[in-house]
């Protein structure tokens, strides 16, 4: 019996993570537009699904994959066998992963126009990062993991693989490995190290539990950067062989909390605290001593109004009033345009869509500058759109709403955009546009298809000045407007050279310089390299005065980016022969431990024999299975989850055993996403549970048994832009079901025997707009509808009719991070046989009941009480404590009578991790004063931050 007790335990926890999971196995939007002509190849180590156009890179990529494997393999110890690759060129994100459920990586082509893809190619840096996830993944299929995946399929293997190991081992690793593997990996890269070296070095030590769970209030690491650096110490002090003895160890019971820092202590006699107390500890001397004992440049910063949070402002642009634009970001601010003068003053400009780091760009009263324009269904489809503002007047519009182009740069004359378009086809072209209507003037030859970024005009619009990445590494380029002819300012290299402006005879631009980024120039026909810049964290993004006599730039501290100026001195420049390369000697005693750099990877494309892709072949591919026990009294049974790789058609279907009934049901769903509207159709035959308040007024359970089959539609649409987060679904469900074997007939109380069939056809409607920051508790504007009605319309043995309608109103609070929110609810539903599930909120404090009609009107004042970024021994982490005040008054009728229901409180929250894990939960405890009862009700809290 206690076996038969520990394996229940076991399948329910099991079936606990799963569920944690399962938003993840449904469908949504995440598919291509219909009319790809997907090809597919097959190499030992991947199965290629791309479209027809990237052939050419997707031969490219699988030799490259090949020539990577035996690196990134070797000291994890592990050889994967084939996984799927989607390579997708519909979308102008820059970005990949690896998955499971089903088992397979996607890789996006649009490589990124920042600085930080530094001076490798794209494809290389994808390889070798996505591919050690692989690696990992594999690594961590054994012991408990093992079981959890017998048990659960793919959704239990990452449900063991994830819990039971922190996120800064899986991304530092893959850093690591892209580091070691090449010349200009991220961790060689002054800008992805610079936070934690500031932090550092300003006399900062942040905790183990601050740097992986994150803050509301102040910079917090990356597990990209934070990773690199503890996965850096521990190997450089516990060698290679560590991860695959603490992951095997880890593995044995992956489901104990701290079982991988327990792991790690067996191995290196410290757990992950202590650990990161040390690794932090040895990065401070490091970075002491390797301090510029140059003297620091004076600078006048210009900003002011950061509230205490970190605060970005990015890419300074000056008008002639002397006042510059600049956009704006953090933790307690959307990203905004404002306009900031030398005393630090600002005026609010437009609130842009979501934007993806690319500066952008002022001429006179003109800006430009790039946002994400989502296509409205496809998920996997998107734009980038280029809009303009004219600062003087604030009218904005948008010159091309859906097109591959990026950074866009305006003439002097305000006339031509000069832009880089990426093409679908993998092509990389600079490009002049129409500055009225967006149409194309002309576009360059680049033969070699070098990735091109951030193009800059000369004052007197005859030349360009835009980088280039090709095997050799990064240069800035120079081009004659007029012939089209383009020379090279200097050898490309290991360095990473990025937003180019014309000073005079020189060219201003950013590079690493040892630990930190500095601006540097260049004389245009002597190529003379001078050090421009001085400063102790990081300078970036330069521009000039009108006069050409001040330099404005991004100067870095703790407190995040700044707005600085100081004299544009010639005299003051410091001489170099040659561009730095990227270094990190920190670092290299562990790329000594990996084989040689694969740097600079020019890989022709590999002889594979490439086919039509026939998506019929993963159609029906099992990938999860969820053992349910819902309720350990009455159910127990099995659900089976299938997915094809490209998302377009999933499935679920499995059984339930009733122990009180001794009787078996079934269910299968099928949900088809490769047209506009999600189609689903699903078939079930198992049971139901409700209750009713009989004549003593006391609430009795009754369950009965069905048999249905729906079919649906859903229209899922994606309307975010101009700085709010838009959606819209529509959805209906016609269902037919047999109802039989009612417990109490009291529940169903028309109908002599109980049985008959009910056949309701439902529709809902969900609505939102909103802004909101990452420290805001509410929407700081935002509007919520939701609609539901639910009807019997044809004649049926059981009728029924629902309709409910919630909407919320946001609006900003009294004082910063505070907010104001209205809420009402109505609800209607017919005395009729058959009850729907209730789709309103009850007032708070008073326990959920039936009434034919009801509403609900209530207002809440919610404000942060304090940031405390502490935690309770390793179980808790506090991140913000905050409060709302409310009122609700609420009311029910039923045949004619009606009853009230007023209640007013507080709560009492914490925003808080638990076990170490990053999912950041609203927790605590609510106070409601009940008008009616006189007295005061106690309930917990339990949710997600909205």
């Known amino acids: 019996m206690t076996a038969f007790r520990t394996l229940f335990l076991f399948i329910a926890l099991c079936a606990t993570l799963l569920r944690a999971q399962e938003a993840l196995l449904d469908i949504g939007t995440e598919q291509d537009r219909p009319g790809i002509r997907w090809h597919t190849l097959t190499t030992p180590h991947l199965r290629m699904i791309f479209p027809r156009e990237l052939e050419t890179d997707a031969r490219r990529i699988a030799t490259l994959v090949d020539a990577v494997h035996p690196a990134d393999t070797r000291t994890l110890g592990v050889r994967p066998p084939r996984i799927p690759l989607i390579l997708r060129n519909r979308t102008t994100e820059s970005n990949g992963f690896v998955a499971l459920g089903p088992r397979h990586s996607q890789w996006f082509n649009t490589p990124p126009q920042t600085s930080l893809i530094g001076p490798v190619s794209w494809y290389t840096l994808l390889a070798i990062h996505e591919y050690r996830h692989v690696v990992q993944f594999e690594r961590m299929k054994g012991g408990m993991t093992k079981w959890l995946y017998y048990f659960l399929g793919d959704a239990g293997w990452m449900a063991g693989a994830v819990f039971s190991v922190p996120m800064w081992f899986w991304e530092g690793d893959a850093v690591v490995m892209e580091t070691a593997l090449t010349h200009g990996g991220r961790g060689r890269q002054p800008e992805f190290c610079m936070p934690i070296r500031t932090m550092l070095l300003s006399g900062e030590h942040y905790s183990y539990y601050k740097m992986t769970m994150g803050s509301l209030k102040n910079w917090y690491a990356s597990p990209y950067d934070y990773g690199f650096l503890l996965n850096t110490w521990l190997r450089r002090h516990h060698g290679a062989d560590l991860w695959p003895r603490v992951l095997s160890r880890t593995n044995k019971i992956s489901l104990m909390p701290f079982r991988f820092s327990q792991s790690l202590k067996k191995y290196t006699g410290r757990g992950a605290v202590k650990s990161h107390r040390a690794a932090l500890a040895e990065l401070d001397s490091v970075y002491r001593a390797g301090q510029n004992s140059a003297a620091v440049d004076?600078?006048?910063?210009?900003?002011?109004?950061?509230?205490?949070?970190?605060?970005?402002?990015?890419?300074?642009?000056?008008?002639?009033?002397?006042?510059?634009?600049?956009?704006?970001?953090?933790?307690a601010d959307q990203p905004t345009f404002v306009r900031i003068d030398a005393t630090g003053k600002e005026t609010i400009l437009c609130h842009p869509g979501p934007v993806d780091g690319t500066p952008h760009h002022l001429s006179g009263t003109r800006l430009v500058w790039n946002e994400f324009r989502f296509d409205e269904r496809w998920g996997y489809e998107n734009h980038q759109s280029i809009c303009c503002l004219d600062v003087q007047t604030g009218g904005k519009r948008t010159l091309i709403s859906k097109g591959r182009y990026f950074a866009p740069a305006l003439s002097p004359d305000g006339a031509t955009i000069a832009a880089i378009h990426f093409g679908a086809d993998n092509r990389c072209r600079l490009v002049l546009l129409n500055a009225d209507n967006g149409g194309e003037r002309r576009r360059y030859d680049n033969p070699e298809n070098a990735f091109l970024f951030t193009p800059r005009w000369s004052p007197d619009g005859t030349r360009m000045a835009f980088g280039r990445l090709n095997d050799a590494g990064r240069t800035l380029a120079l081009l004659d407007i007029d012939s089209g002819q383009t020379r090279d300012l200097f050898p490309a290299g290991a360095n990473t050279v990025a937003s180019p402006v014309f000073a005079g005879d020189h060219l201003l631009f950013t590079t690493a310089d040892g630990d930190v980024e500095q601006i540097f120039a260049c004389h245009l026909k002597s190529g003379a390299l001078h050090r421009v810049s001085n400063r102790p964290f990081g300078a970036a993004f330069p521009a000039l005065s009108a006069e050409e006599t001040e330099l404005l730039f991004n100067d870095y501290d703790l407190a995040g980016w700044h707005v600085a100026a100081m004299a544009l001195d010639t005299a003051r420049w410091r001489p170099v022969a040659s561009l730095p390369t990227l270094r990190n000697s920190w670092f290299e005693p562990v790329a000594q431990q990996e084989a040689q750099p694969l740097w600079p990877g020019s890989y022709p494309p590999g002889d594979y024999p490439v086919q039509k892709y026939s998506p019929w072949r993963d159609l029906f591919h099992v990938h999860s299975w969820l053992i349910?026990?819902?309720?350990?009294?009455?159910t127990a049974g099995v659900q089976f989850f299938t997915r094809d790789l490209l998302g377009t058609l999933g499935s679920s279907f499995g059984v339930d055993f009733d122990r009180a009934e001794q009787a078996a049901a079934v269910n299968a769903a099928v949900t088809y996403a490769g047209r506009y509207p999600l189609l689903d159709l699903g078939a079930a035959a198992g049971h139901r549970a409700s209750s009713f308040v009989d004549e003593?007024?006391?609430?009795?359970?009754y369950t009965w048994r069905e048999k249905s089959l729906s079919l649906g539609a859903?229209?899922?649409?994606?309307?975010?832009?101009?700085?709010?987060?838009?959606?819209?679904t529509l959805q209906s469900r016609l269902q037919f079901t047999e109802i039989s074997r009612i417990s109490d007939d009291r529940g169903f109380g028309r109908h002599e025997n109980g049985s008959g069939w009910f056949k309701p056809l439902q529709h809902r409607l969900t609505l939102y707009r909103y802004r909101k920051s990452r420290a805001d508790i509410y929407p700081v504007w935002g509007q919520t509808l939701r609609l539901a009605y639910h009807h019997t319309p044809f004649k049926d043995d059981y009728e029924g009719r629902l309709m409910s309608l919630s909407a919320n109103l946001y609006f900003p609070g009294l004082a910063p991070r505070h907010g104001l929110a209205l809420r009402g609810d109505y609800e209607e539903q017919d005395a009729a046989p058959y009850r729907f599930s209730s789709e309103s909120r009850f007032p708070r404090g008073y326990r959920e009941r039936f009434h034919e009609q009801r509403g609900r009107f209530g207002i809440d004042y919610a404000l942060p009480l304090a940031w405390p970024d502490q935690h309770f021994w390793t179980l808790l982490y506090f991140q913000r404590i905050k409060s709302a005040f409310f009122y609700d008054y609420g009311w029910g009728r039923d045949a004619g009578k009606e009853t009230l229901y007023r209640s007013a409180g507080v709560e009492i929250t914490s925003d808080l991790n638990l076990l170490g894990f990053p999912v950041l939960f609203d927790l605590g405890v609510r106070f409601a004063w009940r008008w009616r009862e006189q007295n005061w009700r106690t309930e917990a809290v339990i949710g997600l931050p909205l």
């Not at 349910?628 to 009455?634: F, Q, V």
């Not at 003593?696 to 359970?701: A, D, K, P, S």
């Not at 859903?714 to 819209?728: A, C, E, I, K, V």
Request: proline share 3%.
């Open 298 to 331: 004076s600078v006048k910063r210009w900003d002011r109004n950061r509230n205490g949070f970190t605060t970005h402002y990015q890419a300074p642009a000056r008008l002639e009033d002397g006042s510059a634009v600049v956009l704006k970001y953090g933790l």
């Open 628 to 634: 349910s026990a819902d309720d350990a009294a009455r």
């Open 696 to 701: 003593t007024n006391q609430i009795t359970r």
């Open 714 to 728: 859903r229209l899922p649409l994606n309307f975010t832009r101009d700085g709010y987060w838009r959606g819209l």
